[in-house]
């Protein structure tokens, strides 16, 4: 079976410039999370998908950030314009459903750097 | 929110060596998930366990909800055992995550 795939892997950019990060969970998985992780810190929750409606978004800075997932499969996320603080890893999880009971399964992440 | 708290914060072992990881959470919770984060930033699932006790291998958990905590043990460290482990918990109905610090792990041959 295959994993959650994300791409890119890594990107390089300046403030205020656009980035965008797709994620494809594992097949047949209907939630879909996006997650901020600073380094030396653990994950923090950013948007949790079911299906194709959002669950959870109330740690999303919307000023600049958003997502979507279209078809209820593949997502991604948008960061405009970006900041310096931005600079993490975005890591996208999966999971059978929104239960609390779903093991939860993230992809490889990609890795910003802000300059 | 859930408080997640992990101790120690780094740990050294020498490789063959046994240890105990412990995550103190300040609410009850339906999800627990020890992972382990590689050092090239891969969240690996080692365990879901709300409660009781599993093992793989040379690693195992324990959860006693009850208590709020949970231990993961790692016995016959490997170098390949380093990186940073997390806990994770959810209390929502929803599976919002919650994460710890981590604990920070270096195996030395």
């Known amino acids: 079976e295959a994993g959650v795939a994300q791409s890119p892997r890594y990107k390089i950019i300046e403030k205020r410039q656009s980035v965008a990060f797709w994620c494809n969970p594992i097949s047949g998985h209907a939630t879909l999370y996006w997650y901020q992780q600073i380094l030396g810190q653990g994950p923090k929750l950013l948007i949790q998908f079911q299906n194709n409606g959002v669950v959870d978004d109330s740690q999303l800075p919307k000023d600049r950030f958003s997502a979507e997932r279209l078809k209820g499969v593949d997502s991604t996320l948008k960061i405009q314009p970006a900041k310096l603080e931005d600079s993490a890893v975005y890591l996208c999880a999966s999971s059978t459903e929104d239960r609390g009971t779903a093991t939860q399964y993230f992809g490889p992440g990609t890795r910003l750097t802000v300059l | 929110g859930i408080q997640v708290e992990q101790s120690p914060p780094d740990l050294i072992l020498q490789e063959g060596a046994n240890s105990t990881l412990r995550c103190n959470f300040s609410?009850?919770?339906?999800?627990l998930q020890w992972f382990h984060q590689n050092p090239w930033g891969q969240l690996i699932n080692l365990f879901y366990?709300?409660?009781g006790t599993k093992q793989n291998g040379r690693l195992s958990a324990t959860t006693v909800a009850t208590e709020r905590y949970s231990l993961l043990y790692i016995s016959s460290s490997q170098t390949t055992d380093s990186g940073v482990y997390f806990c994770?918990?959810?209390?929502?109905?929803?599976?919002?995550?919650?994460f710890g610090k981590g604990n920070q792990v270096v195996v030395i041959p």
């Open positions: 366990i709300p409660s």
């Open positions: 994770a918990v959810s209390t929502s109905g929803n599976n919002r995550l919650a």
């Open positions: 609410d009850s919770v339906n999800n």
